[in-house]
């Protein structure tokens, strides 16, 4: 069982960055899928970024914006955000996926979830 905890979303301007961090406890001392959703008003929840280990998986309207990472000593995962639009505006998800390796990239893939954070963009 893991707790995680977002932190870092806030309000920026078009082109701006924000670092989204999501500090995990409980279930901690091994490794396991953790990814980032997003949910915009009036639709679906969406998955953004993903990591087991090595490289993360992104979606196809935040790569080469986004940057998924684990500091595995600090039990924390990241999301560096830049190059920011309007159309990533939306509350922001840290889920843990305890099963190990990455199973999926759906809501239902994921057991813990945090309590979202705000991201907002305005032109």
């Known amino acids: 069982q893991v707790q995680l905890v977002e932190s870092g979303g806030g309000s920026v301007q078009t082109g701006g960055s924000l670092r989204l961090s999501c500090a995990a406890s409980?279930?901690?001392?091994?490794?396991?899928?953790m990814g980032w959703f997003r949910q915009a008003p009036g639709k679906e929840r969406e998955g953004v970024a993903f990591i087991y280990t090595g490289a993360g998986a992104y979606a196809g309207s935040v790569k080469g914006r986004f940057t998924i990472s684990r500091d595995s000593a600090k039990n924390t995962l990241y999301l560096q955000m830049n190059s920011l639009k309007p159309e990533d505006t939306a509350m922001y998800y840290c889920?843990?996926?305890?099963?190990?390796?990455?199973?999926?990239?759906?809501?239902?893939?994921?057991?813990?979830w945090g309590q979202g954070t705000q991201v907002t963009v305005s032109s």
């Open positions: 889920a843990a996926d305890l099963r190990g390796y990455c199973r999926g990239w759906t809501e239902g893939d994921f057991g813990y």
């Open positions: 409980g279930d901690t001392y091994y490794t396991y899928c």
